[in-house]
């Protein structure tokens, strides 16, 4: 059973920057598609960023430019760098891990392990 933990949530102003990071219980890298998941209130989970065991990465239209997406060789972490944060960009921030082969789906159901989410609130 793989454990996912998010840190790095907080509040900032609008324009502020702020780093997530997705700590896993075992090496991820190239072996499962790793995302990130954001859900605000009254709003569907959405996917945001991914990679996939090839490194390829996904990034919302939302969030193009301004975010990033990285996966250390070395570490059992998966970080989302997020700049130019935005009032809209305040939801609840979730990491989730696919193991199949395949590239990454926007497909909630297709993830089997989630972390318990870090609270990002951006104000004007």
């Known amino acids: 059973q793989v454990q996912l933990v998010e840190s790095g949530g907080g509040s900032v102003p609008a324009d502020g920057s702020l780093r997530l990071a997705c700590r896993a219980s075992?090496?991820?890298?190239?072996?499962?598609?790793m995302a990130w998941f954001r859900q605000a209130p009254g709003k569907e989970r959405e996917r945001i960023a991914s990679?996939?065991?090839?490194?390829?990465?996904y990034f919302a239209d939302s969030v193009k430019g301004r975010f990033a997406v990285s996966q250390p060789i070395a570490e059992r972490t998966l970080y989302l760098q997020m700049n130019s944060l935005k009032p809209e960009d305040s939801a609840m921030y979730y990491c989730?891990?696919?193991?199949?082969?395949?590239?990454?789906?926007?497909?909630?159901?297709?993830?089997?392990?989630w972390g318990q989410g870090a609270q990002v609130t951006v104000s004007s």
């Open positions: 989730a891990a696919d193991p199949a082969p395949s590239s990454c789906t926007g497909d909630v159901a297709a993830y089997k392990f």
């Open positions: 075992e090496l991820m890298y190239r072996r499962y598609c």
């Open positions: 990679i996939d065991r090839l490194g390829r990465t």
